[in-house]
């Protein structure tokens, strides 16, 4: 019952079953276990954002305050708290949270573009000068604020033009770092099984081949089940397998590989369950990373 990231996870479940009041109690719940978290300060301020036609003023915005009292360089709080000033018609507001992000962001890259493009959104709702140059990769006119991309999936009434709706943040990063993987990291693991322990279990046995962060939460950060018939076998982990948005290979400059044959089917480990890691591995490693089964958990 004070585990932030369980109560956090199990957010997350209810919201992809479309249980939206259990959904928001299980993130009131993580609130209350861990009020300066910013991994569910975060998570409170988009839930209560999405729950209000995604509108960032009031709670959300406290939230998102008190988050970059934390984390002053956290990405996607400066990102959300600036498109909250941004609601509320506070330009310069939006400004003064969306240039230390963009000083995160690779030049080049398309997360900059996007962040500068509503730069220039609020520098010519406050009658201010465009900027000089803009970021390589960005184009020339800045895209519509009613084009912007939601924060969510989950549907909502669209926003007067003076109140866009928050667009997807361009750094779902790390809540503890500020230093990232790129954007859409992807990881080739090839797993096998020594044959010493081949005896020990079953050709119809799952196998859980995953990746979580060296140092952060214990969830896996991208997963995929296989059975040991199916091995040796080689595979992707990526972003697209994320359970939360904050909780993606990309959030995380280093993690675990691992692949675990469970006695019982379950994807929560267990004594005797099969089991091998390879640590630490960068989450934007190109060549494959190879795990071997070898262990007994004890």
Known sequence: PQNAAGWLMLSRTWSTLNQSDKAMAAIERAYKVAPRDPAVLLAYAEALAAANGRQLGGRPAQLL?????????????????GMAAFQARDYP???????????????????????????????????????VAAPAGSEAAPTPVSEAP??????????????????ASPVQAATSAPQT????????????????????????ASVFIYAKAVAGPPMPLAA???????????LTLDDA????????????PQVTVGARISRGGQAMPQSGDLEGEVSPVASNRAEP?????????P
């Not at 305050?65 to 708290?81: I, K, M, Q």
């Not at 990373?289 to 958990?297: A, F, G, L, Y």
């Open 65 to 81: 305050d008190t988050l970059l009292e934390v984390e002053p360089a956290d990405p996607n709080g400066l990102w959300l708290r």
């Open 93 to 131: 507001g939006a400004l003064a949270r969306w240039e230390p992000l963009l000083a995160l962001l690779d030049p080049a890259g398309t997360d900059a573009a996007e962040v500068s493009k509503m730069m220039d959104q609020a520098r010519s709702r406050a009658g201010m000068a465009p900027a």
């Open 150 to 167: 939601p924060a969510t999936a989950k549907p909502a009434a669209p926003a007067q033009a003076d109140a866009p709706t928050p667009a």
């Open 181 to 204: 993987a790129p954007p859409g990291a992807k990881l080739t693991v090839s797993v096998a099984l020594d044959p010493a322990l081949a005896a020990q279990t079953t050709r119809d």
């Open 224 to 234: 995929q089940r296989v059975r040991v018939a199916d091995l040796p076998v080689t």
């Open 241 to 252: 397998m994320a359970m939360m948005p904050q909780m993606r290979l990309s959030a995380f």
């Open 289 to 297: 990373v190879s795990v071997t089964i070898s262990r007994v958990r």
